[in-house]
DNA sequence: GGGTTATAAAACCACATGGTTGACCATGTC
DNA sequence: GACATGGTCAACCATGTGGTTTTATAACCC
């Protein structure tokens, strides 16, 4: 479960609309036209960008009236988090490393 | 710098057999043949997939005779772990109020 | 009912991606 | 020099992606 959904899951957060949008929801729910007018892009185009949300899990949609209502699901996200924390103590020893490299060495 | 990067990290991490290259090389260099090994794949579409790290800036590749010594570069995992640690408040809170919602309706 | 609003769905285009194979180029070994 | 090893590069194929435009549908307003 975990392994799987980790490639839509990076996938999704490899464009820069998508992560804007994300960053949108994250003040609260939005519709999709809401989500939509910032990009200078077709409404077409945007609601494809929010299926793709939808599909890794990150958005979810409902109906209200004649808008699609988008809340924000953040538990891919943190997989997302966990699985790149496994590096974290790697990360900081390498550039720990560096940084005591450069001091005795100031060139 | 930080915005752009995130295109190709995020691009970068999005295929299983990637992941498992950072992996490997997470307990030491490798070559690129030691990478390519466990991956049911060509020489060539292993390479490929190398070359994208690279270009990610996950890897450097240095000339060893006639290997390629891959060494694992975590700065740009450490910025993709922080803008998704942007959310960490808000996926607690959310799961915490699932959990609490749970809790009170037992079902 | 008729018009407007919010969105979906489909067809299309250009380009990127993941994979292959085959030719090629170094480097090391005999 | 001859040959194997480690790797790159280019061409190719199928599929996916990001975008468009057009058409359709469902809900609301008058």
Same mark, same amino acid.
């Given at each position: 479960?975990?392994?799987?959904?980790?490639?839509?899951t990076?996938?999704?957060?490899?464009?820069?609309?998508?992560?804007?949008?994300?960053?949108?929801?994250?003040?609260?729910?939005?519709s999709?036209?809401?989500l939509?007018?910032?990009?200078a892009?077709?409404?077409?185009?945007?609601?494809?960008?929010?299926?793709?949300?939808?599909?890794?899990? #990150?958005? =979810?949609?409902?109906?209200?009236?004649?808008?699609?209502?988008?809340? @924000? &699901?953040a *538990?891919?996200?943190?997989?997302a988090?966990?699985? #790149?924390? =496994?590096?974290?103590?790697?990360?900081?020893?390498?550039?720990?490393? @560096? &940084?005591? *490299?450069?001091?005795?060495?100031?060139?």
């Amino acid at each position: 479960m975990v392994e799987r959904n980790l490639d839509t899951t990076f996938t999704a957060l490899a464009d820069p609309t998508r992560r804007a949008m994300l960053a949108a929801l994250s003040t609260g729910e939005k519709s999709i036209g809401e989500l939509a007018a910032p990009h200078a892009m077709s409404f077409a185009g945007a609601s494809k960008h929010v299926g793709v949300l939808v599909r890794a899990g #990150l958005v =979810r949609r409902r109906k209200v009236g004649r808008q699609q209502v988008c809340t @924000l &699901e953040a *538990a891919p996200l943190r997989d997302a988090e966990q699985w #790149l924390r =496994r590096w974290e103590g790697f990360w900081t020893h390498r550039l720990d490393a @560096l &940084e005591a *490299a450069l001091n005795e060495k100031p060139q």
